[in-house]
């Protein structure tokens, strides 16, 4: 059983940067795929970014391509998602994810196990 907890969320202006920040439970978190996905007001959940299981290897949706930026500590069991040149469309319910290990699928949310309960991130203008 993993559980996640985010942090980092809040208001800010068009332009701007944030930084997301997910705390893992469990002993064995370098063997997870971390991944963050978001959720707009009457749309469905869509990938932002992941980062694959004991590697630095990542994965950015086009839309934060550049911007975004998804970094994992194992040693302290924290994944986190810069957010640079934040746009309103960026606007948000973010949430962290987890799966055991994959070798595909790094961009499907129905192949993550574990989820947090997610941050609010509004971007103004």
């Known amino acids: 059983q993993v559980q996640l907890v985010e942090s980092g969320g809040g208001l800010v202006q068009a332009g701007d940067s944030l930084r997301l920040s997910c705390a893992a439970s469990?002993?064995?978190?370098?063997?997870?795929?971390m991944g963050w996905f978001r959720q707009a007001p009457g749309k469905e959940r869509e990938f932002v970014a992941a980062?694959?299981?004991?590697?630095?290897?990542?994965y950015y949706a086009d839309s934060v391509k550049g911007r975004f930026t998804i970094s994992r500590d194992n040693a302290k069991n924290m994944v986190n998602l810069q957010m640079n040149s934040l746009k309103l469309e960026d606007t948000a319910v973010y949430y962290c994810?987890?799966?055991?290990?994959?070798?595909?699928?790094?961009?499907?949310?129905?192949?993550?196990?574990?989820w947090g309960q997610g941050t609010q991130v509004t971007v103004s203008s």
């Open positions: 469990g002993r064995t978190f370098s063997d997870y795929t």
């Open positions: 994810a987890a799966r055991f290990r994959g070798t595909f699928g790094f961009l499907d949310l129905n192949k993550y196990d574990y």
């Open positions: 980062i694959k299981w004991r590697s630095s290897i990542t």
